[in-house]
């Protein structure tokens, strides 16, 4: 199976896929998944987590360091201190109640985004992933509360981070691999300076789901050569399939309206249609049926979903779109996609 990879160059995924069995009506609402475990949290109106593709996603294996021995049965059990206490994850209160339940916060942090632009659940493949409840602080010497401009999620944004001083919040710990073009003039061999896991720690508030932080280790530098990159944070943002829906066919058998519905923390920086320079979704070439339309959204306090009308185009110029398209699930896109 493959795994989902999100492109880098583009704050918004347009996908449009076949689905092979069955139609709906092309005007039908999008489906949206329930589940006992999601609906008994009720989140706060301006809570930017949403219910999930998958609202009982499987536990994914423990991070693959001994990082992992400081989680159990979802909490943080000992001490989390990394950067000389830059972070630190302490274990919860044991009467700790958060509001957002584990499987809400799980599934919304699966669907997150790694600082290369790529899923969460993709990373947890690879080298685990480790999950709990925790008392988190950052110092205030890395996380500013000013309105900053970070590098998140392959694209640069300003938002201004909410402090983190004994936040009870819910953690997730990811190793990714991380790649690189190095140029010519790059070590071929390994400098003998110790090599760091290079953790990624995404983060929200227990109680509100807002707050998101993605807090990425001090790690060696890429390309073998010597030295370190410091300790760095940015928003944490996550992946999410919205609503849509058909208003019109046309102008011509290639294109269609419709609209979406984007929250205000979502981002909207969608692709153009170059003839009109309309923002645009574009039909996949081999499986045109299925409309999915995901976007970022950072987890910080959000407002409620606006509708917004949306140009649908076939991929290119001498196909048509078909006569029923079909919605995907919509949610935090905490599934991956062959």
């Known amino acids: 199976m493959m ?3 999100w492109p880098q160059v583009l704050a918004v995924l347009i996908v449009v896929t076949m689905l092979t069995a ?3 009506r092309s005007a039908q609402p999008a489906h949206r998944t329930e589940s006992s475990s999601i609906a008994s949290t009720t989140l706060p109106s301006n809570s930017p987590l949403t219910e999930c593709v998958d609202p009982s996603p499987a536990q994914p294996k423990p991070i693959d360091t001994d990082l992992a021995q400081k989680f159990t049965a979802g909490r943080v059990h000992a001490a989390v201190v990394l950067d000389n206490g830059t972070f630190r994850a302490d274990p919860a209160p044991p009467n700790a109640a958060p509001k957002i339940s584990p499987a809400m916060a799980l599934c919304n942090l699966l669907a997150g985004s790694t600082a290369q632009n790529l899923s969460v659940l993709d990373a947890a493949g690879q080298h685990g992933l480790s999950f709990g409840l925790g ?5 205030d010497s890395l996380l500013h509360t000013a309105p900053q401009t970070y590098t998140a999620a392959g694209g640069s944004q300003t938002a201004s981070l909410q402090p983190y001083h004994h936040r009870l919040a819910w953690l997730a710990v990811i190793k990714p ?8 003039s790059a070590p071929t061999a390994r400098p003998a300076s110790p090599a760091l896991p290079g953790y990624q720690i995404l983060a929200i508030d227990a109680d509100t789901g807002a707050a998101g932080i993605l807090y990425l280790t001090k790690t060696n530098a890429l390309c073998n050569f010597p030295g370190y990159r ?3 944070i940015a928003p944490a943002i ?4 919205v609503a849509w829906d058909l208003v019109r066919r046309g102008p011509g058998p290639q294109s269609a309206a419709i609209t979406y519905q984007p929250r205000p923390c979502d981002s909207r920086d969608l692709p ?3 003839s009109t320079n309309q923002p645009a979704a574009f039909a996949d070439r081999d499986n045109p049926a299925r409309v999915n339309v995901v976007l970022q959204r950072t987890l910080t306090t959000c407002g409620p979903a606006a509708t917004v009308p949306l140009l649908l185009r076939s991929a290119d110029l001498t196909t048509d779109l078909p006569q029923h398209l079909i919605h995907a699930p919509v ?3 905490d599934v991956t996609t062959h």
Request: hydrophobic content about 45%.
């Open 22 to 24: 069955g139609c709906t």
């Open 331 to 333: 949610g935090a896109a």
């Open 177 to 184: 691999a991380v790649l690189s073009s190095c140029p010519t």
């Open 135 to 139: 008392v988190v602080t950052v110092a």
């Open 3 to 5: 795994r989902r990879r």
């Open 238 to 241: 996550e992946f999410v399939s």
């Open 272 to 274: 153009s249609f170059a």
């Open 230 to 232: 410091p300790a760095s």
